[in-house]
């Protein structure tokens, strides 16, 4: 079986190229021609230098039988907002059709809990939510919902086409990093004196990479499925990395009003004026809500494991030492 993969460079694309060769697929890899290939690096694959958007994907899809549409743009940045639809949406579009006319026999869509929303009561979300699109928070979430629209709407022309909503993975070569590993280290560096009151769902990224094949073995069609593990409050977060480093946790909470304001005048007023914003305004706004949610359908339906988070946080922290070595 040949399958066909993008967003092999990122995070948690790098993890289902690794999965599916273990489970003996052959890989073909899109990837754009300005990426980083670190992860990439020697893997038995074949990799083709495109984009989503490119007329010619069908004929580099033609003889893979499965593709997993892992890529996506990430930005909370308002700047690119013309950007995360281009590639999230229009990206998704382009290469689903593309998909049908290669015939292409099934495919797993990489959305996120990011389409589905929050709850108002802050109680964990299942599949069976769905936050109105206006209420979803920034562009990059918008995006994510209207290209899980995107699936769907192939979905219902006839593709065949499961779709898996990773919460938030943490592990090894988390290469950008995400704003999750960008937690990591900066508590790593010692650049963490406070947090934000706030919570997330957390999982080992391997078991997302899992969750991808399992997907594509047993998933229904047309049905999503949470990648997620356990929900923890930042403070709890915090505090588990603080034992597994031996540095001490921050203890200082910052009222949200406080980031709030900076990242306001950081991407409002100051970045007209050439300077580089430190924190993006909507990803204070996001750390509002606690963003908790409920992975049993794809536990109970895929068989989806659930790697206790320490193992992930251990690999996580000793891959960033070694990548950012101190200086």
Excluded at 215 to 239: C, M, P, V, W
Aim: include cysteine; aromatic fraction near 8%.
């Amino acid at each position: 079986m040949r399958a066909f993969v993008t967003g092999g460079t990122g995070f948690v694309g790098a993890h289902v190229v690794r999965t599916l060769r273990q489970a003996g697929y052959e890989i073909r890899a899109l990837v754009r021609s300005q990426s980083c290939l670190d992860n990439l690096q020697n893997l038995d694959i074949e990799i083709i230098t495109s984009d989503l958007n490119d007329p010619a994907l069908e004929w580099h899809l033609r003889g893979c039988q499965v593709l997993f549409h892992v890529a996506a743009h990430y930005s909370l940045w308002q700047r690119d907002r013309d950007q995360l639809y281009q590639t999230n949406v229009l990206g998704t579009r382009n290469l689903l059709a593309a998909a049908q006319k290669a015939g292409v026999e099934r495919i797993v869509y990489t959305s996120s809990v990011a389409a589905i929303g929050t709850r108002p009561d802050g109680q964990p979300a299942d599949e069976t939510h769905q936050s109105p699109v206006y209420d979803l928070i920034g562009h990059y979430k918008k995006s994510k919902y209207f290209a899980e629209k995107e699936a769907q709407n192939a979905i219902a022309k006839g593709q065949d086409i499961v779709i898996v909503n990773p919460s938030t993975p943490i592990g090894p070569l988390d290469i950008k990093p995400t704003p999750t590993g960008d937690i990591i280290l900066r508590f790593l560096r010692r650049q963490m004196p406070a947090y934000v009151n706030t919570g997330l769902n957390f999982i080992d990224v391997r078991d997302v990479a899992q969750g991808h094949l399992l997907a594509l073995e047993k998933g229904q069609t047309g049905d999503r499925y949470i990648l997620g593990h356990q929900n923890l409050s930042l403070k709890a977060f915090l505090q588990d990395l603080a034992q597994i480093t031996q540095l001490p946790a921050p203890t200082r909470t910052v009222p949200l009003w406080l980031p709030l304001a900076v990242a306001w005048l950081d991407e409002m007023i100051l970045s007209k004026f050439g300077k580089t914003p430190s924190v993006p305004l909507e990803g204070v706004q996001m750390s509002a809500h606690t963003m908790y949610y409920d992975a049993s359908k794809a536990v109970t339906e895929l068989g989806l494991p659930q790697t206790p988070l320490q193992y992930a946080l251990k690999d996580a922290v000793a891959w960033f030492q070694q990548r950012y070595p101190k200086q």
